[in-house]
């Protein structure tokens, strides 16, 4: 198997409520992914899945243990190189969409091309790409209010994709809609995720779309499970 694009390794976090209220949230994670692969990441509220997220995608620190992104650990590197990394090689997928509500989809897929140095005519022409391969368009001139929740978070699902990047982390990407919207939205960014050859780490509290990914593991008292062997991945 080719070597991971992003691994935790021994990963720890707890939180610290007063002097004697420690939370233990995370207890030495071992994860890895490789190119083309995706995770299923399953948990209960509370379970820890969203700070996982965010210690992989480096929008948060670990107590201990190392994150490895494309080769490069990351833990000791400085916020600009982590800001960096985030805009080159990561993609995020929230529950809710979060685009602004004052520009067209087209524009909000553009912007973080902007942000990564690209040019607004291919920022536009990768966005008017992404919106085809998701069936919207049409709808590319469209502000989020003139969309449908399932329009939106095509949008959302675009918008992660805009920088070609090599992780997507994912956290209840369909959670916010109705099932029969979720199954087809769903069904629409494995499509686009596998197209693009990249490594998804996608949170959810649903089995039968976790069933649908190559590989499913679960968050247990800040451990992680395979959910397919049921065995406890080693962790101190």
């Given at each position: 198997?080719?070597?991971?694009?992003?691994?935790?390794?021994?990963?720890?976090?707890?939180?610290?409520?007063?002097?004697?209220?420690?939370?233990?949230?995370?207890?030495?994670?071992?994860?890895?992914?490789?190119?083309?692969?995706?995770?299923?990441?399953?948990?209960?509220?509370?379970?820890?899945?969203?700070?996982?997220?965010?210690?992989?995608?480096?929008?948060?620190?670990?107590?201990?243990?190392?994150?490895?992104?494309?080769?490069?650990?990351?833990?000791?590197?400085?916020?600009?190189?982590?800001?960096?990394?985030?805009?080159?090689?990561?993609?995020?997928?929230?529950?809710?969409?979060?685009?602004?509500?004052?520009?067209?989809?087209?524009?909000?897929?553009?912007?973080?091309?902007?942000?990564?140095?690209?040019?607004?005519?291919?920022?536009?022409?990768?966005?008017?790409?992404?919106?085809?391969?998701?069936?919207?368009?049409?709808?590319?001139?469209?502000?989020?209010?003139?969309?449908?929740?399932?329009?939106?978070?095509?949008?959302?699902?675009?918008?992660?994709?805009a920088n070609q990047p090599?992780?997507?982390?994912a956290d209840e990407p369909?959670?916010?809609?109705?099932?029969?919207?979720?199954?087809?939205?769903?069904?629409?960014?494995?499509?686009?995720?596998?197209?693009?050859?990249?490594?998804?780490?996608?949170?959810?509290?649903?089995?039968?779309?976790?069933?649908?990914?190559?590989?499913?593991?679960?968050?247990?008292?800040?451990?992680?499970?395979?959910?397919?062997?049921?065995?406890?991945?080693?962790?101190?």
């Open positions: 198997m080719s070597k991971a694009v992003l691994s935790l390794s021994g990963v720890s976090k707890s939180y610290n409520l007063g002097a004697a209220n420690e939370i233990r949230v995370l207890r030495g994670i071992n994860l890895s992914l490789h190119a083309g692969e995706t995770v299923a990441l399953v948990a209960p509220s509370g379970a820890g899945k969203s700070t996982l997220l965010h210690i992989a995608g480096l929008l948060d620190s670990a107590d201990q243990g190392d994150v490895t992104l494309a080769e490069n650990v990351m833990n000791n590197q400085g916020e600009q190189a982590r800001t960096l990394a985030r805009r080159r090689e990561l993609g995020f997928i929230y529950q809710f969409h979060h685009l602004l509500p004052e520009f067209s989809a087209a524009e909000n897929i553009a912007l973080p091309q902007l942000a990564n140095g690209v040019s607004r005519t291919k920022a536009k022409m990768r966005a008017l790409e992404l919106l085809n391969d998701v069936g919207i368009k049409d709808r590319a001139d469209h502000r989020p209010a003139q969309l449908s929740g399932g329009e939106q978070q095509r949008v959302a699902f675009c918008r992660a994709l090599r992780v997507l982390l369909t959670g916010n809609l109705d099932p029969a919207t979720s199954d087809k939205v769903f069904d629409t960014l494995l499509d686009l995720v596998r197209k693009s050859g990249m490594a998804a780490l996608i949170a959810t509290h649903n089995m039968a779309l976790a069933q649908r990914m190559d590989r499913q593991v679960r968050l247990d008292v800040g451990k992680l499970v395979d959910v397919s062997q049921e065995d406890v991945v080693p962790g101190p």
